[in-house]
């Protein structure tokens, strides 16, 4: 006999979390399913020693600003974990497989989409459009921030509507006058307080689990309803349909601790939140959505840098790190701009100074060190896409992803204006560069979106406007594969807000029982 829930959530991440509380607290019996185990806090303040992890992790420590040895315990096995690529075309997959998920490592920035990503066509003429707009989404917007309490401050700007803050982190001396030089030299861009939750350094120093992880919010609240269960080490390989194939019936699960054996659960909804790649492989190992374009319009985000010090402030004290929701940033202004620069869309650019940037960054402790960071849109291509082999598995014989992607031109000729901008405040501030990042290779902003893209028209989309796979309408797609367009705002905010309203439609306007024996 199969175990019975009236809902499955595959992954117990940053999302996963929101559709565990979310559900339980509306009624439902939640099974989350985790792949990864359930590590103790101590295991998180303190990495514990893992001999040879270190040579299995050549994709993940390629990402030098959060990988250490601090960290490393938090990122996958490379070598156990396998996806492959073009060899002309690496795309750098970082993840992290454990309750928490990445929730664990996210630096926590929260910034809301707005109708210029939404509905970007009405803008630029550059299509597709979300089948939601913003005032859809507003309103999970602000539990979302409520709950995990994002610092901001209110600014009125079209293109990055405001939220639900608390107080902002106060600026330094040196962004202060960095916002003087930006606004006062440009009447178009603003320089505003950073948008997102407080994260501690170093990590998990506290004996509970800090409030931007999973476990230390969304999945602490789900718990206390009582009707949520975490089964960890257990990966979901596929989802079974009824005989009729309108409606999903089973997830089958491998669990790795009884040596790869697999188990079956009956639900009446799924929801999958195994992050962007995972959720796109379970969908096609599971044939739903093949007919549609599911796999496709794979986006990243386009990332350059550039740092250095600032000789005017030096001796200043240095104020807290660079993590979470510290500095400003400039939220896109070039969506208004229609002078011809060969690209079309945009970027933020995240300004950070007189903070202690980590052990990666080359600067003495009596110097001024200053950080600006771009992070800007990538188009929705066709072409950029994830696909499954049945021929190519993994340990446990499920099929592994193979990711086909590449930035464009638009991409690239976007990084070249975003460093040049950048470039021009560090010399009006009489700042100092000493290391230039010109664009990222993919995957490296680990803000991977789209290949199960929403719409409203199941020839050319995966899900509805509710998240709702067209093909199996009680399976739910709410992590990032679900975005349409990547927009230049960090995107964990509206995967989460998404997952909430998807699980709001379920728990309050569906009745279990309307799909029970369907
Ligand atoms: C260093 C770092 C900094 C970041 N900073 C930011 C930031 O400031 N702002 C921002 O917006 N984003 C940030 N991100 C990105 C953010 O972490 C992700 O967007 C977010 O975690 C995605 O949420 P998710 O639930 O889709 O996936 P995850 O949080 O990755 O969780 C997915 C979970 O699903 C599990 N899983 C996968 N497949 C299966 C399966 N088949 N069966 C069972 N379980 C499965 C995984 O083990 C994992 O635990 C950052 C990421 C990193 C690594």
Known sequence: MADQYDAVVVGAGATGGWAAKQLTEAGLRVLLLEAGSDIPLSEFASAPAMPGLASRQHIQ?????????????????????????????????????????????????????????????????YGPDWPIKYSDIAGYYDLVETFLRVHGSYENLPQAPDGRFITPIPFTEGEECVKQLVESRWSDRRVVAARGVRRIQPLGSGDEWPSFTAQGSTLEAARRTGRLTVRANALAS????????????????????????????????????????????????????????????????????????APALAGKPLQGG?????????????????RPRGFIRGYQVKIVVQRALGESRNFRMEECPFFFSACGEMLPREYNRVSVDARTQDAYGVPIPH????????????????????????????????????????????????????????????????????????????DGSCFVTSGWQNPTLTMMALTVRACDFIGRRLKPDDWLGA
């Open 403 to 478: 990711i086909d992607c590449k930035m464009s031109a638009n991409e690239e000729r976007l990084a070249v204006d975003a460093l040049e901008f950048m470039s021009e405040i560090a010399d009006g501030g009489g700042f100092v560069v000493r290391e230039e990042g010109p664009l990222n290779a993919l995957g490296l902003m680990v803000h991977e979106v789209g290949t199960a893209r929403m719409g409203a028209d199941p020839e050319t989309s995966v899900v509805n406007h509710l998240n709702q796979c067209w093909e199996v309408p009680n399976v739910f797609v709410t």
């Open 322 to 338: 660079l993590a979470g929701s510290v500095g400003g940033f400039i939220p896109n202004f070039r969506h208004g701009d229609s």
């Open 238 to 309: 596929r989802i079974e349909l009824d005989p009729r194939g309108h409606r999903a019936r089973r997830v089958i699960a491998i669990d790795k601790m009884a040596g790869g054996s697999e188990f079956a659960v009956e639900t009446k909804f799924v929801i999958l939140c195994a992050s962007t790649i995972e959720t796109t492989r379970l969908l096609l190992n599971s044939e739903i959505g093949n007919g549609s374009v599911l796999g496709r319009f794979l986006m990243d985000h386009v990332n350059c840098y550039i740092s250095g010090v």
């Open 61 to 125: 420590r390629t990402l030098r600003r959060s990988y250490s040895a601090t960290t490393r315990n938090l990122f996958v096995d490379d070598v156990s974990n396998p996806y492959t690529t073009p060899p002309e075309r690496p795309f750098f997959w970082i993840r992290g497989q454990q309750v928490g998920g990445r929730s664990l490592m996210w630096n926590g920035m929260t910034i809301r989409f707005s109708d210029y990503e939404f509905k970007p066509s009405r803008f630029d003429g």
